[in-house]
């Protein structure tokens, strides 16, 4: 299973963040499954943000909830992040990630499944 994040590497402060994760070698709709972003910059270590699941049910971070959204294009194999109203807090390195647990992470830094190589996207103006 390969995962392949793209997206912009800057957005401005107040604007929408928008990542795309592309799935190759398995269907983001397998049972059991579930696809997440999770970010990591030195302030917090590995974040995980939120995920969708195999029948499309999201699953959010509560300190993230009010300003996440994750999608899915079942056609084309892939899974969208939208963050809302970003600041220079939310400059990170985004991974896309395939596990089988909701949270692909344990003991705080290591990962779970598969991830992506990693986009990193900065806030500024």
């Known amino acids: 299973v390969q995962l392949q994040e793209s997206g912009p590497g800057l957005v401005k402060p107040s604007q929408t963040l928008s990542l795309t994760c592309t799935v190759s070698?398995?269907?983001?709709?397998?049972?059991?499954?579930?696809f997440s972003w999770v970010r990591q910059s030195p302030e917090k270590g590995l974040e995980w943000m939120g995920a969708?699941?195999?029948?499309?049910?999201?699953h959010y971070s509560p300190p993230l909830r009010s300003r996440t959204s994750i999608s899915r294009d079942t056609v084309n194999n892939q899974f969208t992040l939208q963050l809302d109203s970003v600041t220079p807090e939310d400059t990170a390195l985004y991974f896309c990630?395939?596990?089988?647990?909701?949270?692909?992470?344990?003991?705080?830094?290591?990962?779970?499944?598969?991830w992506g190589q990693g986009i990193q996207v900065t806030v500024s103006s």
């Open positions: 969708i699941d195999d029948s499309g049910s999201t």
């Open positions: 070698g398995d269907s983001i709709t397998t049972a059991n499954t579930y």
């Open positions: 990630a395939r596990a089988p647990t909701i949270i692909p992470i344990t003991g705080g830094t290591i990962r779970l499944g598969s």
